[in-house]
């Protein structure tokens, strides 16, 4: 049987004027992805470097079902430079929230409303 191309999940960016930290906050809603007592129902793979970044998250739907999703969301150019060692991600019910640490402080919005977001890479794996 032929493994299923990867689901690409809902996503929304959120670029916080005047957070002292100079993040920008990407939302990735992911249906069943839960967390309890501090565990994830997933494997999750996060990659990010100075312009790019990607989240790999993998799961079985029901135990012993058998069925997996993969969930796959690649950004190929990122508005500019962040700063990998502190970026970060962190689960909730239903989503996984990226932090990008931005190199410099400005806004990305205009970018990001003009743009349509962030630039996706397509191209399979």
């Not at 990010?48 to 969301?73: C, H, P, Q």
């Not at 929230?97 to 003009?114: C, T």
Request: proline share 5%; charged share 30%.
């Amino acid at each position: 049987m032929a493994e299923a191309d990867p689901i690409l999940p809902f996503v929304d960016t959120r670029d916080h004027q005047g957070d002292p930290d100079h993040y920008l906050e990407v939302l990735v809603t992911i249906e069943n992805l839960k967390k309890c007592c501090g565990k994830v129902n997933a494997c999750i793979d996060f990659q990010v470097t100075e312009r790019s970044f990607s989240l790999g998250v993998e799961f079985s739907t029901l135990k012993g079902s058998g069925e997996v999703r993969k969930y796959l969301y690649k950004v190929k150019r990122l508005p500019a430079n962040i700063v990998p060692d502190k970026s970060s991600y962190k689960v909730k019910k239903g989503q996984v929230v990226i932090k990008l640490r931005k190199a410099v402080p400005e806004s990305w919005i205009g970018y990001l409303d003009r743009g349509g977001g962030l630039e996706q890479d397509t191209e399979a794996s």
